[in-house]
């Protein structure tokens, strides 16, 4: 399996490789390019922000900078890999192998998925509001909630405590299930799954701004772990054997760890790579610095504006990042099309 990521990551140098760095400067706009394939570049849409600002991100380069059209396909992690196998979505901007450790392992031995480039580094974790500990300082591990179930009492079942853990369908779902078992804490609490990303996060804010004591699941990079003030509870220290098996849906004897820390990457369609190689380069090329998702995602909660949005807030604002992922010709379309607005 070591081949596979090193094959991988020696496709994206080489596609990287063909393509010039952009020049320091922008250069005049030249023709309107002629996409490499003749159809709309379909991404996948996942349902969280940072996803759906990279796709914005991504779908606003593509469109200005290489003349093509695009798409994007709604669904959730485990579907959207297996549409980007079949070749129904060319792009995913944010896959987290380490969430989905064996599906993403079996989609690169298929040779139909590539992962390509380090867009940014994410995390995940159990949360509590930091008035939450300053109440009841002994908590301050994941396994300590057992003691504590009274404190984040389930409304719909007040002898047990409730986790709000993530939304139906998601891939994390299956980690945060075999977290709770792991823990013991399965006759204790309940995992509850929102039904939305949006609602996952109403109900968090809702009790944050209540003073209501509240724990729950949340990744990083996200707007509300960055805006609010959260203590991430403690785990036993990450151990590989025992977060594969917690991946896996079928674990029977789940053992605690921390969560694994995600170099996020790129999928592509490996069809789709071969057909559009200066496409699959830009992919390749494709990073973003922490601080810059950070003060995007930052952005878009505090002015209350959609996805697409964030995406031009973060071509306007960070020009010096992205021009690097593109040829100086492409970059200038690009910011050709920004100055247009």
Not at 38 to 50: A, C, I, K, Q, T
Not at 56 to 76: A, D, F
Not at 190 to 213: E, T
């Amino acid at each position: 399996m070591r081949n596979l990521h090193v094959a991988s990551a020696l496709f994206a140098v080489a596609l990287a490789a063909a393509v010039p760095p952009a020049a320091s400067a922008a250069q005049p706009a030249p023709a309107t390019p002629v996409c490499e394939v003749d159809r709309p570049v379909r991404f996948s849409g996942l349902n969280w922000e940072s996803n759906l600002v990279l796709a914005g991100i991504e779908r606003y380069v593509l469109e200005h900078g290489y003349g093509c059209k695009t798409q994007v396909e709604i669904g959730e992690t485990l579907p959207m890999l297996a549409a980007l196998q079949r070749g129904d979505v060319d792009v995913t901007p944010e896959v987290w192998p380490g969430q989905i450790e064996g599906a993403w392992k079996k989609a690169l031995a298929s040779g139909r998925v590539l992962g390509v480039g380090h867009v940014y580094d994410a995390g995940e974790g159990w949360y509590v509001p930091r008035y939450t500990v300053e109440r009841h300082p002994d908590l301050k591990s994941a396994s300590d909630l057992a003691r504590f179930k009274q404190v984040f009492a389930d409304p719909e079942d007040p002898g047990r405590g409730r986790i709000y853990g993530c939304p139906a369908g998601w891939a994390c779902g299956t980690l945060n299930g075999n977290l709770l078992r792991a823990l013991g804490l399965e006759k204790d609490y309940s995992l509850f799954a929102p039904g939305s990303g949006a609602a996952q996060k109403a109900a968090i804010v809702s009790a944050y701004k209540r003073k209501r004591d509240i724990v729950f699941y949340y990744w990083t990079p996200t707007s509300l772990v960055g805006a609010l003030d959260l203590v991430k509870l403690e785990l036993p220290p990450f151990d590989q054997e025992a977060y594969t098996c917690m991946t896996d849906p079928k674990c029977e004897h789940p053992v605690a760890t921390e969560f694994k820390p995600n170099p996020v990457v790129t999928g592509l369609n490996a069809e789709f790579a071969r057909q559009a190689p200066q496409l699959a380069a830009f992919f390749a090329r494709l990073a973003v610095p922490d601080d810059a998702i950070d003060a995007t995602l930052g952005w878009l909660e505090n002015e209350g504006k959609e996805p697409e949005d964030a995406a031009r807030y973060f071509l306007k604002q960070y020009g010096a990042v992205w021009r690097q992922w593109m040829p100086a010709d492409a970059a200038a379309r690009v910011e050709a099309a920004l100055a247009r607005e």
